[in-house]
């Protein structure tokens, strides 16, 4: 058993946010857990094409949409999955950024960042 605070993992730039890994990989755990924020009136063109991913809304708002148009509405209490390594576009609102309790399985590495674009999905 062990504990680790937000405050004792350091706070990687993602691209939109920052992220702050608090279950990674080394911790072979079989899953990862970030606390990841989203910048305010920011858009992320995202996809992970070696981990599933689901997302808990814990502050803010915004929302995530498919590459076919299917539009999710994000709050607090609400949770996204990506089922199927889904490219998708993740919106904070422009009034607030927006937090979220984000899993993987599999676990990443937890040094991982993404390179946004307009030209594409940013993929890891």
């Known amino acids: 058993m062990f504990t680790r605070s937000k405050n004792e993992v350091a706070a990687v730039e993602w691209g939109n946010g920052t992220s702050h890994r608090l279950l990674v990989e080394a911790d072979n755990m079989g899953f990862a ?10 858009e992320s063109k995202l996809e992970y ?9 814990i502050k803010g708002s915004g929302n995530v949409e498919d590459t076919e148009g299917n539009l999710f509405a994000i709050t607090p209490g609400v949770i996204y999955a990506l089922d199927g ?3 998708h576009f993740l919106r904070a609102s422009e009034h607030e950024d927006l937090e979220l ?13 993404h390179v946004l674009s307009d030209s594409g999905f940013s993929t890891y």
Do not use: M
């Open 101 to 113: 309790i984000s899993v993987f399985n599999p676990p990443i590495r937890g040094d991982e960042k």
């Open 49 to 57: 094409r070696r981990n599933l991913e689901a997302c808990y809304c």
């Open 33 to 42: 857990v970030a606390h990841t924020l989203v910048r305010a009136g920011t």
């Open 85 to 87: 390594n889904e490219p």
